[in-house]
């Protein structure tokens, strides 16, 4: 059985930073492209960031220099250290495993709110 679990959303003021992290159980892990997406209210699910098996990285040009992907195979999981968070940054958080051959996997997400 395959599951993301997303873990690290919260509260945060503006300025403010936050890690997330996704557990991914089920799958050989170091075969997929992981990815960070997300869903504002009101809005349709964005991509954020993406870490390929070779470590290659690929950001949302709103997030660039903001935010980090990154991956530890050995742990199965993938994280996104989020810096310098604003306020349009408040959105449910999802994870995503992905491979050439068509399969993808979701988590459930995590909130995150970014407000005074």
């Known amino acids: 059985q395959v599951q993301l679990v997303e873990s690290g959303g919260g509260l945060v003021q503006p300025g403010g930073s936050l890690r997330l992290a996704c557990a991914a159980s089920?799958?050989?892990?170091?075969?997929?492209?992981m990815g960070w997406y997300r869903q504002a209210p009101g809005k349709q699910r964005e991509i954020v960031a993406l870490?390929?098996?070779?470590?290659?990285?690929n950001y949302v040009d709103s997030v660039k220099g903001r935010f980090t992907i990154s991956r530890d195979n050995a742990k199965n999981t993938v994280y996104l250290q989020m810096n310098s968070l604003k306020p349009e940054d408040t959105a449910v958080y999802y994870c995503?495993?992905?491979?050439?051959?068509?399969?993808?996997?979701w988590g459930k997400g995590t909130l995150v709110t970014v407000s005074s």
């Open positions: 995503n495993a992905a491979r050439n051959n068509g399969m993808t996997y």
């Open positions: 089920g799958i050989d892990f170091p075969m997929y492209t």
């Open positions: 870490i390929v098996r070779g470590l290659y990285t």
